[in-house]
């Protein structure tokens, strides 16, 4: 059997035939439009063609936006329904990889940790052995046995870089300290930087500045003068003025 959506023309072919008389309406009030609104209006009876026209252009502006919504209405339900169906599936998967990854968390945290309570005390030990042939080599050197005093030296000095190379060890960030690898691949801590605001009017905008694109600062801006703000450094403030027909 065919498909009856086959046979269909395409879309925008199907708009311009059920569309025509209105296309046609739309361009005979151009044309007119074009041809009887004078370059410049110097009388009443010039500004009330004016108003005709533009409130000609409003209603025909309204007929295709309502026309535009009841050929959009199929296709954002369609869109709707797809969206919900689908939403539903990937909500409970992110409720369960939400549940599943804080007991990762939970273990890589706590891995991260005992790694870093390793590293440092590995790091101590190291220090105290290397402190401890030091004052060894200080003893020798004092009695005069000098081939002892050499050897002690040189053992606080390998010491000593054992204790340089775990003390760096220990200050790793977490993603290196939680590192695991299995036969799914490696897992390890993600580290970022993240915020709380806490007191909203004490947050320096100075500083943001440069993080506002000239949209948002716009946007601002509007709201300012709605609010009735005249007088703001770097904008200019002015009453406007546009001819309204009704």
């Not at 409130?55 to 309204?62: E, V």
């Not at 007991?103 to 190291?126: T, V």
């Not at 694109?213 to 450094?233: D, M, P, T």
């Amino acid at each position: 059997m065919d498909d009856p959506k086959h046979n269909q023309p395409p879309l925008s072919d199907r708009l311009s035939i059920e569309y025509e008389t209105l296309s046609d309406r739309i361009t005979d009030i151009l044309t007119r439009a074009r041809d009887e609104v004078p370059q410049t209006i110097e009388d009443d009876e010039g500004n009330a063609k004016v108003g005709d026209f533009v409130r000609g252009f409003r209603g025909l502006i309204r007929e295709c936006e309502d026309a535009k919504k009841e050929e959009k209405r199929p296709h954002l339900d369609a869109n709707k329904t797809i969206e919900d169906f689908f939403k539903a599936m990937t909500e409970r998967l992110m409720k369960a990889r939400e549940v599943v990854e804080k007991r990762g968390d939970a273990y890589l945290n706590k891995k991260a940790a005992e790694e870093r309570a390793r590293r440092e005390e590995a790091a101590r030990i190291a220090r105290d052995e290397a402190d401890r042939r030091m004052r060894e080599a200080q003893a020798a050197e004092e009695s005069g046995r000098e081939v002892a005093a050499d050897i002690a030296l040189a053992h606080a000095t390998e010491a000593d870089e054992r204790a340089r190379v775990a003390e760096e060890a220990s200050f790793d960030k977490a993603s290196d300290l939680a590192r695991t690898r299995g036969p799914g691949g490696t897992s390890t801590l993600a580290t970022k930087w993240d915020f709380e605001v806490q007191a909203i009017g004490d947050v320096p905008l100075d500083q943001l500045r440069a993080f506002f694109s000239q949209a948002e600062i716009e946007k601002a801006i509007r709201g300012f003068v709605r609010a009735g703000g005249r007088q703001l450094s770097g904008v200019r403030i002015f009453e406007s003025t546009r001819a309204s027909y009704r």
